[in-house]
């Protein structure tokens, strides 16, 4: 049995949480926050620095040549410092769906300046007030160009290059592929939008024949789709269970210094019981990461109920922990010199990024019944 | 990552499956002929089991040989475990006497005590049970109390136990009493052992909600134990006391409930709502989607917790959680199993109900289930206290002698 991660995966965890508590902690996020810059230029540099960008990207493409699991320690500590980096746009969504899906060209391309950090990259799915569907997917691909409109995109405003999930025509999940699109190139504008958490940065784009290139033959897109989601359904649980065990901390040490009734309010029973719930649910979410992460590092066959079990379980606990770490500090929580706001806003957006619970619910249900089969 | 075992390990799971095939039967391959109809018959094929196990150093693998243990490891112990899942033997009746009344006579008990009582209680010749709770001391189990009173080289036990289970085929136990009301309620305790066949000892089974009989009360009518039983000073039976509760945590785990997610997925195609499959209806699979990743997060937390044992490291305090997710969970998939079969759900007959009426039987029986070993907010207690770090309920009654303190009825 040995259902942990390794010495050197540990050891690379605490090089990541030692750069990032040093040069990520919540007063940088804050600048980010009460600014317009769209992320930390200093903490991405640091990223790229370490190598961290190529960390799961094959040697013979100028990447480190490591696994889901090293990306999954990495993940859990930029989650707890709530980095407010586009690493997770460029390395989850664009990087891992070129390196599963592009083209050998595709990959030559981009994942040598993905891995080394010159560019950024991302995934964009949404187009409006809906979870998509191969229904409500009208950015449309033909000879060699895109018209449409995504939104939200995350970094969408300072990304380079984004994998676009396009209607090449025909029905259903068929009309469905994924398109790779140079966003420096013509056609293309960009909106930052205005969302809950300004130290992630989203944009709506906008393409008019935008010149785009298929990641394999059309009419695969939804099916591939649905496997880079799944992967960074478990690298974000890891960002959740982080964030999780930051915010526990931090309702934690706050009830021990605070009092009322002439005793720390981390003595009654209210409070203890409501942060014993966000361990339970902190440990729920970190044990179904856990086999998220082997499924994804083995691209087992159990992937697919994993990855959605890691992601409602991630987004249960973070989004609990972090309204109830509020919660605990009363009044002075709500405040915007509080830090309790970076948790409240990331753990909502996280549990948004790449689908609701309701969606993944219903994902889930569905991969069940056909596991269960009658 | 991965769910192999160490060579070392496969080796002893392969020692252990060649012994198990040859001396019992698999679960799948046993016949009615090996259910045990009454507690006799219960008792006779779990001691010669026991026997059997502990002949070959399979019973207590952990303790030392020399006290009739297998002197293995704890992951020996839990490969064992999972072995002997899988074949029709049962030791539950030893459950609670090797899990926590012998560890504790081996740890505060006189060198005479653990000659006369370990070896025979390893091989299942005497059963123990544990004579903590009381009518009025649950979880707060310091506030019991059955008096001892000191009559030369004796004493005179008079009071009441509950929720003793096995105290009707238990040969000895371990009984708290308070020694000195005058105290403190920590302070004034006391541990004996004592012979559940002493004169005084009325053991009277205890009908729960379910209507099924698994537990006892226990009244002790002037008991009399010589001083000799003592585990443990007078008034250090509260220290005494929480080596046996530490054992007991150990004890805790397995599976909560026969229906579970499969079962529920299977249900929910044979029932309808509204006249369409309730698999099809939206709460439904959001129910279904919320146990499965509960129960998915249990399993992977307890092989987390295997992993730490498998690398012999100190589990962390994860597997507190539990018993507080298990238990609430098999109560609410009890419940929603009926809620399917809508006002059939009331029904309660094995011949009619699906799964043989396991939805109804853990739904009855998860109440209770949520109360023993650590209620859900003493459980809550425990892991803000143990693993958060946050301080300890005040306690009104800490410093007033026991007599003074607030009692209720």
Not at chain 2, 48 to 59: I, S
Not at chain 2, 207 to 220: R, W
Not at chain 2, 270 to 291: F, L, M, Q
Not at chain 2, 335 to 342: C, I, K, P, R, T
Request: aromatic share 8%; proline share 3%; net charge negative.
């Amino acid at each position: 049995m040995n259902f942990d991660f390794s010495d050197d995966q540990k050891m690379l965890k605490d090089q990541v949480r030692k750069f990032l508590s040093d040069k990520s902690p919540l007063s940088v996020t804050r600048k980010v926050l009460e600014s317009d810059q769209p992320y930390e230029k200093a903490v991405w540099k640091g990223l790229v620095d370490m190598g961290l960008t190529g960390t799961a990207i094959p040697e013979a493409y100028g990447g480190l040549g490591l696994g889901a699991l090293e990306l999954c320690v990495i993940a859990e500590e930029l989650g707890r410092a709530v980095a407010a980096t586009p690493f997770s746009s460029s390395v989850y969504l664009a990087s891992e769906a070129i390196k599963l899906f592009g083209t050998e060209k595709q990959k030559e391309t981009w994942l040598p300046k993905l891995a080394e950090g010159s560019i950024i990259g991302t995934l964009a799915v949404s187009e409006g007030l809906n979870a998509a569907s191969p229904r409500n997917t009208t950015t449309s691909f033909a000879n060699g160009k895109i018209n449409g409109t995504k939104r939200p995109v995350p970094d969408g405003d300072v990304a380079d290059v984004a994998v676009v999930v396009v209607n090449s025509g025909g029905t259903g999940e068929q009309a469905i592929s994924l398109a790779i699109v140079d966003l420096k190139g013509a056609g293309i504008t960009r909106e930052v939008l205005r969302t809950i958490d300004p130290t992630r940065s989203q944009a709506t784009i906008t393409f008019k024949d935008a010149a785009a290139e298929l990641m394999g033959p059309a009419g695969q897109g939804w099916g591939q789709l649905q496997r880079v989601l799944d992967g960074a359904a478990v690298l974000f649980a890891f960002e959740q269970v982080g964030g999780s065990e930051a915010a526990i901390e931090m309702a934690r040490d706050y009830s021990l210094e605070r009092y009322a009734f002439g005793r720390q309010i981390g003595s009654y029973q209210a409070i203890k019981h409501k942060l014993a719930d966000m361990y339970v649910k902190k440990e729920l979410a970190k044990s179904n990461a856990y086999f998220g992460a082997m499924m994804l590092n083995d691209e087992g066959s159990e992937l697919p109920e994993a990855a959605a079990a890691s992601r409602l379980a991630g987004n249960d606990a973070y989004v609990f922990a972090a309204q109830e770490s509020l919660q605990t500090h009363g009044g002075i929580g709500y405040t915007w010199e509080a830090d309790t706001q970076f948790h409240y806003r990331r753990a909502k957006l996280l549990s948004l990024t790449v689908g609701s619970s309701a969606q993944w619910k219903e994902k889930l249900a569905t991969r069940l019944e056909a596991k269960n089969a009658a | 990552m991965d769910f192999n075992d160490t060579p070392e390990e496969a080796k002893y799971r392969a020692e252990v499956r060649a012994w198990l095939d040859k001396n019992a039967v698999r679960k799948a391959d046993a016949k009615d002929a090996e259910q045990s109809k009454t507690l006799e018959e219960l008792l006779k094929r779990s001691k010669a089991w026991q026997a059997k196990k502990a002949e070959n150093g399979y019973a207590c693998i952990t303790w030392p040989k020399e006290w009739g243990g297998g002197g293995g490891t704890t992951i020996n112990n839990v490969i064992y475990g999972q072995e002997e899942s899988n074949y029709a033997v049962t030791g539950s009746v030893f459950a609670i006497g090797l899990g926590m009344c012998i560890p504790t006579v081996m740890y505060w008990g006189s060198d005479e005590h653990k000659a006369r009582f370990v070896k025979p209680a390893v091989r299942g010749d005497e059963i123990w049970c544990q004579l903590f709770s009381e009518p009025a001391g649950g979880s707060d189990v310091a506030g019991l109390r059955t008096r001892a009173e000191k009559d030369g080289d004796e004493w005179v036990i008079n009071g009441q136990k509950v929720w003793t289970s096995g105290a009707h085929y238990c040969d000895y136990g371990i009984v708290l009493v308070r020694t000195d009301p005058n105290v403190p309620k920590h302070k004034g305790l006391t541990m004996f052992w004592v012979d559940m066949k002493s004169a005084g000892v009325e053991v009277r089974p205890i009908k729960q909600m379910s209507g099924d009989a698994n537990f006892n009360e226990v009244f002790f009518t002037n008991v009399r134990v010589h001083d000799n039983q003592r585990l443990g000073n007078v008034g250090d039976g509260w220290k005494v006391a929480l080596t046996t509760l530490m054992n007991e945590r150990l004890a805790v785990g397995g599976s909560q409930g026969n229906a579970d997610v499969a079962e529920l997925i299977k249900l929910a195609r044979e029932t309808e709502i509204d006249g369409k499959p309730a698999i099809s209806n939206g709460a439904v699979r959001e129910r279904i989607a919320d146990w499965y990743v509960q129960a998915q997060g249990l399993k992977f937390t307890r092989l987390r917790t295997l992993t730490a044992l498998s690398k012999g490291e100190t589990p962390g305090p994860e597997s507190s959680i539990s018993k507080i997710i298990a238990a609430k969970k098999m109560q609410d998939l009890g419940s929603f199993g009926m809620d399917l079969q809508d006002m059939g759900g009331i029904i309660r007959d094995r011949n009619i109900s699906p799964e043989e009426g396991a939805y109804t039987e853990q739904w009855l029986g998860a109440a209770g289930y949520r109360i023993a070993g650590g209620t859900d907010e003493i459980l809550r207690n425990i892991v803000a206290e143990r693993v958060l770090g946050m301080p300890s309920d005040i306690r009104v009654d800490k410093d007033l002698p026991f007599n003074q303190a607030p009692k209720g009825k």
